[in-house]
């Protein structure tokens, strides 16, 4: 087995490294490159039975290189980007384990693409995947709120934006309820906090509301062109404006 690993971070490829070194119980025949460059002077010339790959690398992202190159063995990407990116790649079937990652989870990854690439199932990257991948790397670059400070009299509590179900205006601030139904406070106006965060999973309904779209339970029709939305953890549904209603229909279905 040669393995390539494309990693620019010195520390992150010795971790890998030693990773597969206890994997494999012996020494791996491997190749390291930092750079898109370096990486495709590798490819071209020598043939790998798996792939390990950072996404940001000294003189750009691995996207460039395999957009470029012909690849035909299982990749499994070690970033540290989140969220978007870890959805673009569970939607397209490519292996992607989050820095930090364990020993435990490097496991999983390799157990689980050495039985896929056997049997003939493993997604290999295209044009159309690379593509999305790229997109959603994009969002990911995008500086939207992950959390909120909220101020109490016992102290200071996190409240995650992906733990919110709905926003609502009250005044010069704003009410988040999370999805077990308690509120918290936001010190900002709506119309300011709408531009803090991703308009892939928020969605403002009307003037005072803003929902979560991975906690909608149910839509329903509604008279003049609007729409009831069941919330989970929210008791009295929500209604869109006449005038959003037709943009919401369209948000959805993203």
Request: with cysteine.
């Amino acid at each position: 087995m040669r393995i390539l690993i494309l990693e620019d971070e010195i520390p992150a490829y010795q971790k890998l490294f030693k990773y597969l070194n206890e994997y494999f119980d012996a020494a791996v025949a491997h190749d390291w490159s930092r750079s898109v460059a370096d990486g495709r002077e590798l490819l071209e010339s020598q043939t790998y039975d798996l792939i390990l790959s950072d996404i940001q690398l000294l003189d750009g992202t691995s996207f460039d290189l395999f957009n470029k190159t012909t690849i035909d063995c299982p990749i499994i990407f070690c970033s540290a980007y989140d969220e978007y990116l870890f959805q673009a790649f569970n939607t397209n079937g490519i292996a992607y384990i989050l820095k930090p990652y364990s020993q435990d989870d490097f496991r999983k990854a390799l157990e689980k693409y050495e039985s896929l690439f056997r049997n003939g199932q493993y997604n290999t990257l295209d044009t159309t995947t690379i593509d999305a991948l790229k997109l959603a790397l994009q969002e990911e670059q995008v500086s939207y709120k992950k959390r909120f400070v909220i101020k109490r009299t016992k102290g200071i509590q996190l409240l995650n934006i992906s733990d919110i179900s709905i926003i609502e205006a009250s005044g010069d601030f704003c009410v988040a309820t999370d999805s077990n139904g308690k509120k918290h406070p936001i010190l900002q106006k709506i119309g300011v906090l709408t531009e803090q965060i991703h308009p892939k999973k928020f969605f403002r309904i009307n003037r005072s509301q803003i929902i979560h779209i991975e906690y909608i339970e149910t839509i329903e029709n509604h008279f003049k062109n609007r729409l009831l939305i069941k919330l989970k953890g929210v008791e009295e549904k929500v209604m869109t404006s006449s005038a959003n209603t037709s943009d919401f229909r369209k948000w959805i279905e993203q």
